[in-house]
């Protein structure tokens, strides 16, 4: 069966990709994160976290209690640069 | 950019925020609730069924009747509500990047409280990013908020309260619920919920999964497959559903990444959805002014979260001084012991265990820390 699994679907990455990325020696979900993109999408991992997180546990296995999620960092939700540096700031 | 302070800062106006929301400013602190959402209520006003429990929890009344007592008491207490408003990131000492009708705000409080509520959980299989696949919570929001069926013929995967609930509404809404799928080998969610599925002549099936779904550009169909011990498909076993629509009730996750970001202790929680913030009897965290309440602690629902909003609320207006502490001991002991029935019995078992666990790992941080 070749049918195509996405997991991050924001970035395209698919499960072959993640799981070659942690035979490449991921061994968290950021490490999984720099090789491939997945959770830098538009959603941030908000929906593909968590199965990134089961598969690095799968994978190295590691406890899922020692898989937290990627690492948190603002912004958090889709921000318009514009709101940051507008012309009133420059 | 603009800097705003007040006493108390609340991120969700959902059961759990506007619980909180409530307390602190009726104890006489100035409050200010942040929601990224239209409208007030979480998940409170898509909740069109009778709550269970005691009377005490207003079991027999409809989740959204819930809701607009209690928005119609935040509103009367003082407590300001930014809608539309989205917090972007927290800083180490608690202070909110915040986007409120287009503009910056910092927004500096005494105490934060965070409940941010928790998120769907998702499952990854051919077809599974076709339009037509969505968790059951969007699809709930389509029908009892937006009033949009998402679509005529509908296979739900997940037979938790959830995926059992609306199922129901579903077909209320004038939906058909071609079938519901189980993984586990049996039923998750109440049988008062499933007898009502099974007499509308809906079929579940156990011990079964999603194997992909079919379509070019949108759902025309599912494959489902029966799972032997460690969920391992068997194969032969297929079947095929025409259906437009595949809903996913496959659990929640709490929306951590504010509580993270603040460097908050985390322990791992099966049973409450994942990794969890350690938090005190008051909702406190292990970053002192940051306090949690509702489905962000730990996914249960929306009984627990408004008893968990209030014992935070309550808190944050005792350390402000707002509350003597006598005042403050007798408000918790009510509170606790209501979230303590709620914990209880057969279905409550497995979360008060893990609030046990969570609780505890609070206790021995902070042993530790004054090692």
């Known amino acids: ?90 | 950019m603009k800097t705003i302070q007040t006493d108390v800062a609340i991120v969700g106006a959902g059961s759990a925020g506007l619980s909180a929301a409530y307390q602190a400013a009726t104890a006489g602190a100035d409050v200010l609730v942040i929601d990224e959402n239209r409208l007030p209520g979480g998940q409170l006003f898509k909740q069109i069924h009778k709550f269970f429990g005691s009377r005490e929890h207003q079991a027999g009344t409809r989740g959204y009747r819930i809701g607009q007592e209690l928005l119609s008491r935040v509103e009367k207490s003082g407590a300001r509500v930014w809608l539309n408003t989205l917090v972007y990131g927290m800083e180490k000492d608690c202070s909110l990047g915040v986007i409120h009708n287009g503009e910056h705000y910092v927004v500096r409080a005494k105490k934060v409280i965070v409940a941010a509520g928790a998120k769907e959980n998702y499952m990854a299989f051919p077809g599974s990013t076709l339009p037509g696949v969505m968790g059951a919570g969007a699809a709930q929001t389509m029908i009892n908020v937006n009033r949009v069926l998402p679509g005529e013929r509908i296979l739900m995967l997940g037979s938790g309260n959830v995926g059992l609930i609306v199922s129901y509404q579903l077909m209320q809404a004038g939906a058909e619920v071609v079938a519901l799928v189980e993984g586990a080998p049996r039923i998750g969610g109440y049988g008062v919920h499933a007898g009502k599925i099974r007499r509308a002549g809906v079929p579940i099936y156990t011990s079964h999964t999603i194997k992909r779904v079919l379509g070019t550009n949108a759902v025309e169909g599912v494959e489902i497959v029966e799972v032997g011990p460690g969920f391992v498909p068997i194969p032969g076993t297929e079947k095929k559903f025409d259906v437009d629509t595949v809903c996913l009730a496959v659990g929640l996750n709490p929306m951590t990444e504010l509580i993270w970001m603040a460097g908050c202790a985390f322990c791992f929680l099966p049973a409450f959805g994942g990794h969890v913030p350690l938090h005190d009897s008051n909702m406190e965290t292990t970053v002192s002014g940051l306090y949690v309440a509702g489905d962000v602690t730990g996914v249960e629902e929306a009984s627990s979260a408004m008893e968990e909003g209030n014992l935070a609320g309550v808190a944050a207006a005792e350390s402000l001084g707002l509350l003597s502490p006598e005042q403050a001991a007798e408000k918790k002991a009510e509170i606790t012991a209501r979230l303590n029935t709620l914990r209880s019995g057969m279905f409550g078992e497995r979360r008060r265990t893990a609030k046990e666990q969570q609780l505890n790992s609070m206790k021995h941080y902070r042993a530790k820390e004054a090692e």
């Open chain 1, 1 to 90: 069966m070749s049918e195509e699994i996405l997991i991050c679907r924001c970035q395209e990455v698919t499960e072959q990709e993640i799981l070659d990325a942690i035979a490449d020696g991921a061994a968290t979900v950021d490490g999984v994160k720099r090789r491939t993109r997945a959770c830098m999408g538009l959603c941030q991992g908000k929906t593909c976290g968590r199965l990134v997180q089961q598969m690095v546990a799968r994978g190295t296995g590691k406890d899922p209690a020692d898989v937290p999620p990627q690492k948190s960092r603002m912004p958090v939700r889709p921000v318009k640069i514009g709101v940051f540096g507008g012309q009133d700031d420059a």
